[in-house]
């Protein structure tokens, strides 16, 4: 928007000028080619005209828009979290389940990210699964996805195994599963696994990725990973007693972001927040009220890159931020 600052009668030629070129460039949307040929000066002139302009006051540059509270939102969430990039998904009822409006602009962004001669660890969960319709798949060139997780053999629909294999399925990649169940028994059946089975070796490829596409989960309430019985209501119940407020990969941690000191902790057949800290591109996929707690936990351990969430939970971190 241009703004007179000064009565008409005491702009000069070169004021008119100036003015002009401000209202060709800004408000016709001309480039600074066009308005040279149009006013018949040079180039560099009218750069000069634009420049002199801003700086006297005479544009006033405003962005009125539903989404303009969105991109304060994300800026905060940046700059508070070291993040490279934030995306916040508008809520139109900030009671309702925020977890397709999540879906929907992950899936978009990772239609972006993917290339060839990438390699993606995936972890899982209902907001991660309800991305999948919404990721433009393609056949991709050299691709890998790798798991960052061991199996759920009762439940198909709410299996990492089978979230991994549907998105390599989308770019026609390779696929690297974990050949276990998520939790095992025993720490010693862990070991096991890993280093009398080779099962290390998936870890070691996961830990290298080019990026992790990931989500957390919260323990107050009973989310997929606790109705699936491979958490006890008693565990779950001694897990908060420790701290827990929720699990990243399994890894359950306190408010902190620090793995508790818990047994399940030391059952659990995914990649450690130790490792998953070595994977430099991480998007973190989550929202809602329940996942409060562990979205502050895991942004403070895993440093993730890019955060994908709803604009309540957003405003939830950044009132947090800011206190």
């Not at 009565?7 to 600074?32: C, K, M, N």
């Not at 002199?52 to 939102?73: C, F, H, N, Q």
């Not at 979230?163 to 390599?168: E, S």
């Not at 323990?219 to 209501?233: D, F, N």
Request: hydrophobic share 45%; charged share 25%.
């Amino acid at each position: 928007m241009l703004k007179a600052t000064r009565p008409r009668e005491t702009l000069d030629p070169h004021s008119a000028l100036r003015v002009r070129a401000a209202w060709l460039y800004f408000i016709e949307g001309l480039t600074q080619a066009e308005i040279a040929r149009k006013l018949d000066v040079n180039r560099i002139m009218i750069t000069r005209l634009i420049s002199e302009a801003r700086r006297r006051g005479e544009v006033v540059i405003r962005i009125k828009s539903d989404l303009a509270p969105l991109t304060e939102l994300q800026n905060t969430l940046e700059q508070r979290f070291g993040l490279q990039k934030a995306i916040v998904a508008p809520m139109s009822d900030p009671q309702g389940d925020p977890t397709r409006l999540i879906a929907a602009a992950a899936g978009a962004y990772v239609s972006e990210i993917i290339e060839d001669n990438i390699s993606v660890g995936v972890g899982w969960g209902r907001t991660m699964l309800t991305m999948l319709p919404f990721i433009e798949g393609r056949q991709m060139t050299d691709m890998r996805v790798v798991s960052l997780l061991g199996g759920i053999s009762q439940a198909r629909r709410f299996n990492p195994a089978e979230f991994a294999w549907q998105f390599a399925e989308l770019f026609d990649a390779e696929g690297f599963l974990i050949p276990a169940p998520a939790l095992v028994d025993s720490p010693q059946t862990k070991h096991a696994l890993l280093e009398h089975c080779g099962l290390d070796q998936v870890f070691q490829m996961a830990e290298t990725c080019d990026v992790a596409v990931l989500s957390c989960g919260g323990i107050t309430s009973l989310t997929t990973s606790y109705r699936l019985g491979y958490v006890s209501e008693a565990e779950r119940r001694s897990l908060i007693e420790a701290g827990a407020v929720g699990d990243v990969l399994y890894n359950f941690l306190d408010a902190d972001g620090v793995p508790v000191d818990h047994p399940v902790n030391g059952r659990a057949m995914a990649l450690t927040t130790d490792r998953l800290k070595r994977i430099r591109n991480k998007v973190l996929i989550s929202g809602g009220h329940e996942k409060l707690g562990i979205l502050k936990a895991a942004l403070n351990t895993m440093e993730p890159t890019v955060i994908i969430t709803d604009e309540v939970t957003a405003s939830a971190l950044a009132d947090g931020a800011a206190g």
